[in-house]
């Protein structure tokens, strides 16, 4: 870096390859670091050049760029969203390890597009995940929680280490009760499952999911009808799990046989129970801490990889709620 008549300066090379991918399209990446830190950026050729009043805001533009430039050299395109969660990281936490955001892939989609956890808090639920039988996510909307679990049970799945998948969610707006409604078990349910089927047309495609249903390999299920089953080899996935009772929690993490991993996900800003009933995901932190083989991971607002505004609601609501109460 070098001090210069208005300030300080950095200059570095970048392959002309890379730069596009660095940029973004039409330079949306570096007008995100420009809106955000006191400093100017100049592309020409094959060169970034950074300049800014203050050595501290230069150093730190140059550094992210730096890792950019070596990301963009294994030939990953680097979204504005990524620039953004990175330097969310870097005002949080004073230092982000950006390359490391693009390795560990988890899976491709049925179109060939690599799946991988977009930030750090992604990164220790994969982990967790593999790491133990039983893993419970407390995050707000947008954070990844079902559409990882749903990536690591399809790798399981693939690789013989379960013999199927089994998709849980309590069906709150019904009261669990769900034979007024037209159709089989699975026609019932299908509405509260939408969005884990999601995941899985965009990893398996819909034929094949469905055939997958057809055959039993995934299994969907209303939490209601899980009482007296045990399931061995299986990857069980309870979605929206804050809208579950301390005695349906505890009857659903009883299900579970030999060889099964259980991954349960919800969000406790958005409790659909009764007024005075208390969510099973709430006490069940309590009850479960430190037992061996059960991980608990939070995600946060800085870990919803949806559209920005998303995670300004997310953050909004977070606010408003507290002072609220």
Same mark, same amino acid.
């Given at each position: 870096?070098?001090?210069?008549?208005?300030?300080?300066?950095?200059?570095?090379?970048?392959?002309?390859?890379?730069?596009?991918?660095?940029?973004?399209?039409?330079?949306?990446?570096?007008?995100?670091?420009?809106?955000?830190?006191?400093?100017?950026?100049?592309?020409?050729?094959?060169?970034?050049?950074?300049?800014?009043?203050?050595?501290?805001?230069?150093?730190?533009?140059?550094?992210?760029?730096?890792?950019?430039?070596?990301?963009?050299?294994?030939?990953?395109?680097?979204?504005?969203?990524?620039?953004?969660y990175?330097?969310?990281?870097?005002?949080?936490?004073?230092?982000?390890?950006?390359?490391?955001?693009?390795?560990?892939?988890?899976?491709?989609?049925?179109?060939?597009k690599?799946?991988?956890?977009?930030?750090?808090?992604?990164?220790?639920?994969?982990?967790?995940?593999?790491?133990?039988?039983?893993?419970?996510?407390?995050?707000?909307?947008?954070?990844?929680?079902?559409?990882?679990?749903?990536?690591?049970?399809?790798n399981?799945?693939?690789a013989?280490?379960?013999?199927?998948?089994v998709?849980?969610?309590?069906?709150?707006?019904?009261?669990?009760?769900?034979?007024?409604?037209?159709?089989?078990?699975?026609?019932?349910?299908?509405?509260?499952?939408?969005?884990?089927?999601?995941?899985?047309?965009?990893?398996?495609?819909?034929?094949?999911?469905?055939?997958?249903? !057809?055959?039993?390999?995934?299994?969907?299920?209303?939490?209601?009808?899980?009482?007296?089953?045990?399931?061995?080899?299986?990857?069980?996935?309870?979605?929206?799990?804050?809208?579950?009772?301390?005695?349906?929690?505890?009857?659903?993490?009883?299900?579970?046989?030999?060889?099964?991993?259980?991954?349960?996900?919800?969000?406790?800003?958005?409790?659909?129970?009764?007024?005075?009933?208390?969510?099973?995901?709430f006490?069940?932190? !309590?009850?479960?801490?430190?037992?061996?083989?059960?991980?608990?991971?939070?995600?946060?607002?800085?870990?919803?990889?949806?559209?920005?505004?998303?995670?300004?609601?997310?953050?909004?609501?977070?606010?408003?709620?507290?002072?609220?109460?």
């Open positions: 870096m070098e001090s210069v008549k208005d300030g300080f300066s950095s200059v570095m090379e970048i392959s002309q390859e890379s730069m596009s991918r660095i940029t973004g399209a039409k330079d949306e990446n570096i007008q995100l670091i420009e809106e955000r830190y006191p400093v100017r950026i100049t592309v020409r050729g094959g060169m970034v050049a950074v300049v800014g009043p203050d050595r501290e805001p230069v150093a730190i533009v140059s550094d992210l760029i730096g890792q950019m430039s070596r990301i963009a050299d294994k030939g990953d395109k680097i979204r504005p969203s990524e620039v953004r990175c330097m969310d990281m870097i005002a949080n936490k004073g230092s982000v390890d950006m390359e490391s955001l693009y390795d560990g892939l988890l899976c491709m989609t049925a179109r060939g690599p799946v991988r956890p977009k930030t750090i808090g992604q990164r220790a639920y994969v982990k967790a995940i593999r790491d133990n039988d039983i893993v419970f996510t407390v995050g707000p909307a947008g954070t990844g929680k079902t559409y990882l679990a749903v990536c690591e049970a399809v399981m799945l693939k013989g280490t379960v013999s199927r998948i998709l849980v969610r309590p069906a709150v707006e019904a009261g669990e009760s769900l034979g007024f409604l037209p159709g089989d078990l699975k026609e019932k349910v299908e509405p509260y499952l939408r969005p884990l089927y999601d995941a899985f047309f965009e990893l398996l495609t819909p034929e094949r999911f469905m055939r997958y249903v !057809d055959k039993n390999v995934i299994e969907v299920a209303p939490l209601a009808y899980m009482r007296g089953r045990t399931l061995n080899d299986s990857f069980i996935i309870l979605d929206e799990a804050q809208n579950t009772t301390p005695e349906q929690m505890k009857m659903f993490i009883t299900r579970m046989g030999f060889g099964s991993k259980a991954v349960i996900t919800g969000d406790l800003t958005q409790v659909d129970l009764p007024a005075g009933r208390k969510s099973g995901l006490v069940v932190q !309590d009850i479960l801490k430190g037992i061996k083989g059960i991980d608990f991971i939070r995600l946060e607002n800085v870990d919803v990889v949806r559209h920005q505004i998303v995670q300004r609601v997310v953050a909004a609501y977070e606010e408003y709620e507290k002072r609220t109460q």
